[in-house]
Protein backbone atom coordinates (compact mmCIF):
# COMPACT_ATOMS: atom_id res chain seq x y z
CA UNK A 1 0.00 0.00 0.00
CA UNK A 2 0.98 3.84 -0.66
CA UNK A 3 2.02 6.25 2.25
CA UNK A 4 2.64 9.91 2.53
CA UNK A 5 5.10 10.09 5.23
CA UNK A 6 8.29 12.40 6.15
CA UNK A 7 11.62 10.72 6.39
CA UNK A 8 13.59 14.11 8.20
CA UNK A 9 12.17 17.48 9.09
CA UNK A 10 12.28 20.51 7.15
CA UNK A 11 10.94 21.33 3.48
CA UNK A 12 7.82 19.84 1.18
CA UNK A 13 11.18 17.78 -0.32
CA UNK A 14 10.64 15.59 2.89
CA UNK A 15 7.57 14.12 2.25
CA UNK A 16 7.73 10.94 0.08
CA UNK A 17 4.85 8.87 -0.89
CA UNK A 18 6.25 5.74 0.19
CA UNK A 19 5.39 1.70 -0.39
CA UNK A 20 5.06 0.01 3.20
CA UNK A 21 3.63 -3.52 3.90
CA UNK A 22 0.18 -3.59 4.48
CA UNK A 23 -1.11 -3.77 8.00
CA UNK A 24 -2.34 -6.61 9.44
CA UNK A 25 -4.87 -6.29 12.02
CA UNK A 26 -4.17 -7.11 15.90
CA UNK A 27 -6.98 -8.61 18.92
CA UNK A 28 -9.07 -5.80 19.19
CA UNK A 29 -8.10 -3.88 16.12
CA UNK A 30 -9.86 -3.41 12.31
CA UNK A 31 -8.42 -2.74 8.83
CA UNK A 32 -9.66 0.39 7.46
CA UNK A 33 -9.44 0.65 3.90
CA UNK A 34 -8.99 4.78 3.77
CA UNK A 35 -10.54 6.58 1.07
CA UNK A 36 -9.92 10.14 2.18
CA UNK A 37 -7.62 11.30 4.48
CA UNK A 38 -7.02 15.16 5.54
CA UNK A 39 -4.30 17.70 6.15
CA UNK A 40 -4.12 19.89 8.53
CA UNK A 41 -2.05 22.37 10.07
CA UNK A 42 0.01 19.63 12.25
CA UNK A 43 1.29 18.46 9.38
CA UNK A 44 2.86 21.24 8.15
CA UNK A 45 4.16 21.62 11.99
CA UNK A 46 5.55 18.20 12.23
CA UNK A 47 7.47 18.12 8.80
CA UNK A 48 8.97 21.32 10.19
CA UNK A 49 9.56 19.73 13.14
CA UNK A 50 8.24 22.50 15.43
CA UNK A 51 9.56 21.95 19.26
CA UNK A 52 8.36 23.91 22.16
CA UNK A 53 6.46 23.49 25.29
CA UNK A 54 3.32 21.21 24.62
CA UNK A 55 4.13 20.39 21.04
CA UNK A 56 3.83 16.63 19.90
CA UNK A 57 6.51 15.33 17.85
CA UNK A 58 6.53 11.86 16.03
CA UNK A 59 7.81 8.67 17.85
CA UNK A 60 10.15 8.07 14.95
CA UNK A 61 10.97 8.70 11.13
CA UNK A 62 10.23 8.14 8.88
CA UNK A 63 6.71 9.01 9.85
CA UNK A 64 3.22 8.95 8.44
CA UNK A 65 1.30 11.84 8.01
CA UNK A 66 -2.64 12.20 8.68
CA UNK A 67 -4.12 13.11 11.50
CA UNK A 68 -7.70 12.74 10.24
CA UNK A 69 -9.54 10.25 7.62
CA UNK A 70 -12.88 8.06 6.77
CA UNK A 71 -12.95 5.27 5.10
CA UNK A 72 -14.41 1.30 5.16
CA UNK A 73 -13.55 -1.50 7.56
CA UNK A 74 -12.46 -4.17 5.43
CA UNK A 75 -10.51 -6.97 7.92
CA UNK A 76 -11.11 -7.42 11.40
CA UNK A 77 -8.88 -9.08 14.24
CA UNK A 78 -9.36 -11.53 17.15
CA UNK A 79 -12.01 -10.15 19.60
CA UNK A 80 -13.43 -7.52 17.91
CA UNK A 81 -16.78 -7.14 19.90
CA UNK A 82 -19.85 -6.37 17.83
CA UNK A 83 -20.12 -2.98 17.46
CA UNK A 84 -18.19 -2.35 13.59
CA UNK A 85 -18.82 -4.83 11.16
CA UNK A 86 -17.16 -5.35 7.96
CA UNK A 87 -18.21 -3.02 5.03
CA UNK A 88 -18.94 -0.49 7.48
CA UNK A 89 -18.11 3.30 6.29
CA UNK A 90 -16.46 4.72 9.46
CA UNK A 91 -14.27 7.86 10.76
CA UNK A 92 -11.05 7.77 13.18
CA UNK A 93 -10.88 9.13 16.15
CA UNK A 94 -7.73 10.51 16.15
CA UNK A 95 -7.11 10.51 19.84
CA UNK A 96 -5.56 7.44 21.52
CA UNK A 97 -5.80 7.35 25.49
CA UNK A 98 -5.13 5.47 28.15
CA UNK A 99 -9.30 4.04 28.14
CA UNK A 100 -9.50 3.94 31.95
CA UNK A 101 -8.59 6.87 33.73
CA UNK A 102 -11.75 9.26 34.97
CA UNK A 103 -11.57 11.24 31.96
CA UNK A 104 -11.42 8.33 29.64
CA UNK A 105 -14.32 7.27 31.47
CA UNK A 106 -16.65 10.16 30.59
CA UNK A 107 -15.19 10.46 27.37
CA UNK A 108 -13.12 13.59 27.84
CA UNK A 109 -10.37 12.23 25.85
CA UNK A 110 -8.55 14.97 25.63
CA UNK A 111 -8.18 15.37 29.44
CA UNK A 112 -6.35 11.86 29.68
CA UNK A 113 -2.70 12.86 30.53
CA UNK A 114 -1.52 9.34 28.66
CA UNK A 115 -3.42 10.79 24.99
CA UNK A 116 -1.48 11.01 22.09
CA UNK A 117 -2.78 11.88 18.48
CA UNK A 118 -2.76 10.01 15.42
CA UNK A 119 -0.55 11.45 12.53
CA UNK A 120 1.59 13.92 15.61
CA UNK A 121 2.94 11.06 17.49
CA UNK A 122 1.42 8.14 16.49
CA UNK A 123 1.69 7.10 12.51
CA UNK A 124 -0.89 8.99 10.87
CA UNK A 125 -4.11 8.20 8.35
CA UNK A 126 -2.60 9.18 4.65
CA UNK A 127 -2.21 5.72 4.01
CA UNK A 128 -5.11 3.51 2.44
CA UNK A 129 -4.75 1.04 4.76
CA UNK A 130 -4.68 1.41 8.61
CA UNK A 131 -5.14 -0.65 11.68
CA UNK A 132 -6.93 0.57 14.38
CA UNK A 133 -8.60 -0.18 17.76
CA UNK A 134 -12.18 -0.83 16.91
CA UNK A 135 -13.06 1.23 19.76
CA UNK A 136 -11.33 4.39 18.27
CA UNK A 137 -13.87 3.75 14.79
CA UNK A 138 -17.50 5.31 14.39
CA UNK A 139 -20.27 4.50 12.31
CA UNK A 140 -21.08 7.36 9.59
CA UNK A 141 -24.74 8.04 9.53
CA UNK A 142 -25.99 7.51 6.16
CA UNK A 143 -25.72 10.61 4.63
CA UNK A 144 -22.85 11.69 5.20
CA UNK A 145 -20.26 10.76 2.65
CA UNK A 146 -16.66 9.34 3.03
CA UNK A 147 -15.33 12.53 1.57
CA UNK A 148 -17.08 14.83 3.65
CA UNK A 149 -16.08 12.33 7.04
CA UNK A 150 -12.89 12.91 6.68
CA UNK A 151 -13.03 16.41 7.07
CA UNK A 152 -14.60 16.05 10.37
CA UNK A 153 -12.43 14.27 13.42
CA UNK A 154 -9.85 17.06 14.05
CA UNK A 155 -11.40 20.58 12.42
CA UNK A 156 -15.34 19.60 13.33
CA UNK A 157 -14.63 17.68 16.00
CA UNK A 158 -12.22 20.88 17.88
CA UNK A 159 -14.90 23.70 16.32
CA UNK A 160 -17.17 21.84 18.23
CA UNK A 161 -15.40 21.89 21.68
CA UNK A 162 -14.57 25.39 21.10
CA UNK A 163 -18.52 26.61 20.28
CA UNK A 164 -20.94 24.37 21.86
CA UNK A 165 -18.54 22.34 24.76
CA UNK A 166 -16.29 25.42 25.79
CA UNK A 167 -17.93 28.87 24.49
CA UNK A 168 -21.33 27.22 24.39
CA UNK A 169 -22.63 29.92 22.40
CA UNK A 170 -26.12 30.69 22.41
CA UNK A 171 -28.66 32.45 19.45
CA UNK A 172 -27.99 36.10 19.49
CA UNK A 173 -24.60 36.36 20.55
CA UNK A 174 -21.64 38.13 18.46
CA UNK A 175 -18.76 35.60 17.33
CA UNK A 176 -16.34 36.74 15.61
CA UNK A 177 -13.20 33.98 14.58
CA UNK A 178 -9.89 35.15 13.85
CA UNK A 179 -8.13 33.71 10.33
CA UNK A 180 -10.95 33.05 8.96
CA UNK A 181 -9.83 30.57 6.42
CA UNK A 182 -8.32 27.15 8.02
CA UNK A 183 -10.53 24.51 8.67
CA UNK A 184 -11.10 24.94 12.41
CA UNK A 185 -12.03 28.41 12.03
CA UNK A 186 -14.45 27.60 8.73
CA UNK A 187 -15.88 25.26 11.48
CA UNK A 188 -16.37 27.37 14.01
CA UNK A 189 -18.23 30.14 12.10
CA UNK A 190 -20.31 26.94 10.16
CA UNK A 191 -21.44 25.84 13.57
CA UNK A 192 -22.11 28.88 15.40
CA UNK A 193 -23.92 30.48 12.46
CA UNK A 194 -25.99 27.05 13.55
CA UNK A 195 -26.63 27.74 17.03
CA UNK A 196 -28.27 31.23 15.90
CA UNK A 197 -25.40 33.07 16.15
CA UNK A 198 -24.22 36.19 13.93
CA UNK A 199 -20.65 34.95 12.86
CA UNK A 200 -18.01 37.69 12.00
CA UNK A 201 -14.52 36.63 10.84
CA UNK A 202 -11.29 38.14 10.06
CA UNK A 203 -8.26 37.50 7.93
CA UNK A 204 -5.44 39.21 6.44
CA UNK A 205 -5.85 39.13 2.35
CA UNK A 206 -8.49 40.63 0.65
CA UNK A 207 -8.27 37.82 -2.14
CA UNK A 208 -9.55 35.48 1.38
CA UNK A 209 -11.78 38.13 2.44
CA UNK A 210 -13.87 37.74 -0.70
CA UNK A 211 -13.75 34.04 -0.54
CA UNK A 212 -15.09 34.41 2.56
CA UNK A 213 -17.82 36.51 2.06
CA UNK A 214 -19.02 33.78 -0.50
CA UNK A 215 -19.65 31.52 2.62
CA UNK A 216 -23.65 31.79 3.28
CA UNK A 217 -22.92 31.11 7.09
CA UNK A 218 -20.56 34.56 7.38
CA UNK A 219 -22.69 37.98 7.80
CA UNK A 220 -18.97 40.16 7.94
CA UNK A 221 -15.48 40.11 7.35
CA UNK A 222 -12.79 42.07 8.72
CA UNK A 223 -9.91 42.31 6.83
CA UNK A 224 -7.11 43.08 9.08
CA UNK A 225 -3.55 42.82 7.16
CA UNK A 226 -2.31 45.30 10.15
CA UNK A 227 -2.63 45.19 14.44
CA UNK A 228 -5.16 47.69 15.41
CA UNK A 229 -7.98 45.71 13.68
CA UNK A 230 -10.31 45.82 17.17
CA UNK A 231 -10.73 49.61 16.91
CA UNK A 232 -12.94 48.37 13.92
CA UNK A 233 -14.93 45.64 15.42
CA UNK A 234 -15.72 47.85 18.27
CA UNK A 235 -17.08 50.39 15.58
CA UNK A 236 -19.44 47.73 14.02
CA UNK A 237 -20.70 47.31 17.65
CA UNK A 238 -21.98 50.74 19.02
CA UNK A 239 -18.66 50.28 21.32
CA UNK A 240 -20.42 47.19 22.79
CA UNK A 241 -17.72 44.48 21.50
CA UNK A 242 -18.50 40.93 20.48
CA UNK A 243 -19.20 38.11 22.55
CA UNK A 244 -16.83 35.68 21.86
CA UNK A 245 -14.02 35.40 19.78
CA UNK A 246 -12.27 31.96 18.79
CA UNK A 247 -8.30 32.69 18.01
CA UNK A 248 -6.12 29.78 17.53
CA UNK A 249 -3.45 32.08 15.48
CA UNK A 250 -1.83 33.38 19.24
CA UNK A 251 0.20 35.87 19.70
CA UNK A 252 0.05 38.08 16.85
CA UNK A 253 -3.90 38.53 17.78
CA UNK A 254 -4.52 37.76 21.09
CA UNK A 255 -4.33 41.57 22.23
CA UNK A 256 -6.76 42.43 19.09
CA UNK A 257 -8.95 39.53 19.53
CA UNK A 258 -9.12 40.52 23.90
CA UNK A 259 -9.99 44.25 22.91
CA UNK A 260 -12.92 43.07 20.82
CA UNK A 261 -14.32 41.56 23.43
CA UNK A 262 -17.12 42.84 25.34
CA UNK A 263 -17.96 42.88 28.77
CA UNK A 264 -18.17 39.20 29.70
CA UNK A 265 -16.66 38.27 26.47
CA UNK A 266 -15.44 35.08 25.98
CA UNK A 267 -12.08 34.60 24.26
CA UNK A 268 -11.67 30.84 23.61
CA UNK A 269 -8.10 29.72 22.34
CA UNK A 270 -7.87 26.27 20.33
CA UNK A 271 -4.22 27.16 18.51
CA UNK A 272 -1.05 29.37 18.71
CA UNK A 273 0.18 28.65 15.11
CA UNK A 274 1.72 32.71 15.15
CA UNK A 275 3.09 32.00 18.46
CA UNK A 276 2.25 30.86 22.07
CA UNK A 277 3.62 34.15 23.79
CA UNK A 278 1.30 37.01 23.61
CA UNK A 279 1.83 40.26 24.62
CA UNK A 280 -1.24 41.37 26.66
CA UNK A 281 -2.89 43.81 29.06
CA UNK A 282 -3.91 41.20 32.47
CA UNK A 283 -5.98 44.67 33.16
CA UNK A 284 -7.66 44.51 29.92
CA UNK A 285 -8.82 41.00 30.56
CA UNK A 286 -10.15 41.23 34.46
CA UNK A 287 -11.31 44.94 34.61
CA UNK A 288 -13.89 43.81 31.65
CA UNK A 289 -15.12 40.31 33.30
CA UNK A 290 -13.71 39.01 30.38
CA UNK A 291 -12.35 34.76 30.42
CA UNK A 292 -10.01 32.93 28.43
CA UNK A 293 -11.23 29.42 27.83
CA UNK A 294 -8.68 27.21 26.38
CA UNK A 295 -10.02 24.19 24.11
CA UNK A 296 -7.67 21.84 22.48
CA UNK A 297 -9.01 19.06 20.69
CA UNK A 298 -12.12 17.83 21.97
CA UNK A 299 -12.71 14.00 23.21
CA UNK A 300 -14.70 10.90 21.84
CA UNK A 301 -18.19 13.01 23.04
CA UNK A 302 -17.64 15.77 21.11
CA UNK A 303 -16.39 13.83 18.21
CA UNK A 304 -19.83 11.77 18.53
CA UNK A 305 -21.80 14.96 18.59
CA UNK A 306 -20.20 16.69 16.09
CA UNK A 307 -20.71 13.21 13.39
CA UNK A 308 -24.14 13.09 14.85
CA UNK A 309 -25.28 16.64 13.97
CA UNK A 310 -24.19 16.61 10.45
CA UNK A 311 -26.00 13.41 10.07
CA UNK A 312 -29.12 14.76 11.21
CA UNK A 313 -28.63 18.41 10.43
CA UNK A 314 -27.15 17.70 6.39
CA UNK A 315 -24.67 20.59 6.95
CA UNK A 316 -22.12 19.52 4.60
CA UNK A 317 -18.32 20.51 5.93
CA UNK A 318 -16.66 23.20 3.58
CA UNK A 319 -13.88 21.88 1.57
CA UNK A 320 -11.46 23.27 -0.25
CA UNK A 321 -9.68 20.85 -2.46
CA UNK A 322 -9.11 17.36 -2.94
CA UNK A 323 -5.85 16.17 -4.47
CA UNK A 324 -4.49 12.19 -4.97
CA UNK A 325 -2.33 11.29 -2.83
CA UNK A 326 1.27 11.54 -5.15
CA UNK A 327 0.66 15.51 -4.90
CA UNK A 328 0.27 16.06 -1.16
CA UNK A 329 3.14 18.32 -1.52
CA UNK A 330 1.13 20.60 -3.37
CA UNK A 331 -1.26 20.51 -0.40
CA UNK A 332 1.07 21.74 1.93
CA UNK A 333 2.24 24.35 -0.02
CA UNK A 334 -1.21 25.26 0.11
CA UNK A 335 -1.40 25.28 3.85
CA UNK A 336 1.75 27.04 4.13
CA UNK A 337 0.46 29.49 1.60
CA UNK A 338 -3.03 30.16 3.73
CA UNK A 339 -4.76 30.28 0.43
CA UNK A 340 -7.41 28.14 1.81
CA UNK A 341 -10.61 28.49 3.14
CA UNK A 342 -11.89 24.91 5.01
CA UNK A 343 -10.30 21.19 4.47
CA UNK A 344 -7.91 20.28 1.79
CA UNK A 345 -8.05 16.32 1.79
CA UNK A 346 -6.11 13.59 -0.40
CA UNK A 347 -7.69 11.06 -1.71
CA UNK A 348 -6.67 7.71 -0.98
CA UNK A 349 -8.65 4.70 -2.89
CA UNK A 350 -7.68 5.69 -6.22
CA UNK A 351 -4.84 7.83 -8.13
CA UNK A 352 -7.38 10.41 -9.58
CA UNK A 353 -9.02 13.22 -7.71
CA UNK A 354 -12.30 14.15 -8.93
CA UNK A 355 -13.58 16.42 -10.80
ZN1 LIG B 1 -7.09 8.29 30.20
Redesign the pocket.
Known sequence: MKAAAITGHGGVDQIQVVSLPDPVPGPGEVLVQVAYAALNRADVLIRQGLTGPGVRRPHRLPHVLGVDGAGTVVAAGADVAGTVALGDRVAIFPAM?????S??RRGLTSR????TLIGEEEPGLQQQLFAVPARSVLRLPDPLSLRDAAAVPAAYTTAWTVVVTTAAVRAGERVLVIGGGGGVAVAAMQLAAHCGAQVWATTRSEQKAARLRELPFVDRVFCTPDPGWSAEVLDATDGDGVDVVVDSVGAPTWRDSIRSLGQGGRLVVCGATGGDVPDISIRELYQSNRRVLGAPFGGWNDFRDVFAFLGRSGVSPVIDRVLPLDRVREGHQALEAQEHVGKILLQLDTGDAPA
Request: include cysteine; charge should be neutral; proline fraction near 0%.
Open positions: SCETCACCTRY
